[in-house]
């Protein structure tokens, strides 16, 4: 059975940084585009990060672009989001997901495009 894990969510400073991991197991994770997501309250969870299957690709949001930087290391089968120069507008649950398509390099990370998802992790950014 599919199971993505994450971790490394906590409290953190205004301007400070987190990496968050993301554990897979239970699918071929190699062939697997990957993506970040994230919930804050009383919003719609959105899309914050992808990354094609070979890890060679990635495509961040505009609201993240130059501060969060996702990466994929087939070998461990884990995905990372290192966040950067933190808000306290990028507080919120943090989700891990597995793209619906094998061997996927396009940059359409839709909720309805993944299949497998973790149960998230909670970043909190003070002021």
């Known amino acids: 059975q599919a199971q993505l894990v994450e971790s490394g969510g906590g409290l953190v400073q205004a301007g400070g940084s987190l990496r968050l991991s993301c554990a897979a197991s239970?699918?071929?994770?190699?062939?697997?585009?990957m993506a970040w997501f994230r919930q804050a309250p009383g919003k719609e969870r959105e899309f914050v990060a992808g990354?094609?299957?070979?890890?060679?690709?990635?495509f961040p949001a505009d609201s993240v672009k130059g501060r969060f930087t996702i990466s994929k290391d087939n070998s461990k089968n884990t995905v990372y989001l290192q966040m950067n120069s933190l808000k306290p507008e990028d507080t919120a649950v943090y989700y891990c997901?597995?793209?619906?398509?094998?061997?996927?390099?396009?940059?359409?990370?839709?909720?309805?495009?993944?299949?497998?998802w973790g149960k998230g992790t909670l970043v909190t950014v003070s002021s």
């Open positions: 997901a597995g793209h619906r398509r094998e061997y996927y390099t396009g940059s359409f990370f839709d909720l309805d495009a993944m299949r497998y």
């Open positions: 239970g699918f071929t994770f190699r062939t697997a585009a």
């Open positions: 990354i094609t299957w070979s890890g060679d690709t990635s």
